[in-house]
C-alpha cells in the first residue's frame, strides 16, 4: 500500500467524485480509476460503490478512511521531525485535551511560558474524549494529553494535575431545578439525562445517583459538550456535565449546578510509554514538572 495511493484514496472519499478528485490531483480520470482498482485488488474487498455522479464508501472504504487519514498525519508529523532535527528547539507540539479546567489554565500558561523561551515552536491542538485521545496517542497522533479520570492508564506514562473537576448538571434557566443551589441525588430520578458516553464515566455518576442505570432515564449519551448544550437550554433533558466543561461553552440559557455531596473528577497529563522523545518533546515535559512542582 502506497502512500501516494492512499492520498489519491482520500481525496477521492471526501470529493465523493471521481473526476472532481482527479482534477485536485492533476491525474487523468482514468489513472486516478486504475489506482483505486489497483488499491481494491490489494485490500481483496471493495471500497467504493460507484454510482453516475457520487461514489460511496462500503463499510471497508469508511474503515480504511479513518486509518488513511492516522497514517498520513503520522507520515506528515514524521517528516516535520525529522526536518526538525537541525534545530532541536523547533518544531510542533501536538497536544489532546478533554473538556476540562485543566485545559482552560493549565495548558494556556504552559504554552505561554514555553513560547517565551522557545518561539519557533507551533502547536497543534485536538479536543475529544479520553478514547479518541489515548487512540491517537497510541497512533503517535499526538504527542501529550490531558484527560479526566476515571481514565485507564495501564499503556501511559503520567503525572497527576493540581485541578480537579467538579461534577453537575446543566438546566434551563427556565426549569424548576435552576432555582436549586445544588442538586441531590434525588432531584434527578425520573428526570430525562444525558450522560457522558463513556462507560466508565456512567458508572461514576450511577453510583453517584444511587441507582441502577436501569432505572434512569437515560434519554441520550453525548461525547463533548458541545452536542449536548442546546438540549439542557430547550428542557429536552438535563445534563450531567463537569464545571470545567461548561466554561468551554458557556451559555445564558443554562445554569451550572454542582451535586451534593460533592462528586470531584482528578486531572492528568499522558504519554505514550516506552517513547522516545525529541529533546524539544523532553524540555516540554520538563517544563511540565516544574508547573506541578511550583
Not at 473526476?19 to 489506482?35: D, F, I, M, N, V
Not at 426549569?175 to 464515566?201: C, E, M, T, W
Request: hydrophobic share 45%; aromatic share 10%; charged share 20%.
Amino acid at each position: 500500500m502506497e502512500i501516494r495511493t492512499l492520498h489519491s484514496f482520500l481525496f477521492v472519499a471526501r470529493e465523493g467524485n471521481i473526476t472532481k478528485a482527479a482534477e485536485k490531483l492533476h491525474l487523468s480520470q482514468p489513472a486516478l480509476s486504475r489506482q483505486l482498482a489497483s488499491l481494491e485488488e490489494e485490500m481483496q474487498t471493495q471500497l467504493l460503490i460507484r454510482g453516475k455522479r457520487h461514489i460511496q464508501l462500503t463499510e471497508a472504504g469508511l474503515l480504511l478512511r479513518r486509518r488513511a487519514e492516522e497514517i498520513l498525519a503520522l507520515v506528515d508529523k514524521t517528516e516535520k521531525e525529522l526536518l526538525d532535527q537541525s534545530d532541536s528547539f523547533t518544531g510542533t507540539i501536538a497536544i489532546g485535551a478533554a473538556e476540562c479546567e485543566a485545559a482552560q489554565v493549565f495548558l494556556p500558561e504552559i504554552i505561554q511560558f514555553f513560547n517565551q523561551r522557545y518561539p519557533q515552536v507551533t502547536y497543534s491542538f485536538s479536543s475529544g474524549t479520553a478514547d479518541l485521545i489515548r487512540d491517537q496517542l497510541d497512533s503517535g497522533i499526538l504527542d501529550f494529553g490531558v484527560l479526566m479520570e476515571p481514565v485507564d492508564l495501564q499503556r501511559y506514562d503520567f503525572v497527576r494535575l493540581p485541578f480537579f473537576e467538579q461534577w453537575g448538571a446543566l438546566v434551563s434557566v427556565s426549569y424548576q431545578l435552576s432555582k436549586k443551589d445544588v442538586l441531590l441525588p434525588a432531584d434527578l430520578h425520573g428526570i430525562p439525562l444525558f450522560l457522558a458516553k463513556r462507560s466508565i464515566v456512567q458508572n461514576e455518576i450511577t453510583s453517584w445517583l444511587q441507582e441502577d442505570e436501569k432505572n434512569l432515564t437515560v434519554v441520550a449519551t453525548y461525547d463533548l459538550l458541545s452536542n449536548a448544550v442546546a438540549y439542557a437550554a430547550n428542557n429536552t433533558a438535563v445534563v450531567i456535565t463537569t464545571r470545567g466543561a461548561y466554561g468551554t461553552h458557556v451559555d445564558q440559557r443554562v445554569k451550572f449546578i454542582p451535586f451534593s455531596p460533592k462528586l470531584l473528577t482528578g486531572t492528568v497529563f499522558v504519554w505514550k510509554k516506552h517513547q522516545m522523545y525529541s529533546p524539544l518533546l523532553g524540555r516540554f515535559l520538563e517544563q511540565v514538572y516544574h508547573y506541578i512542582n511550583a
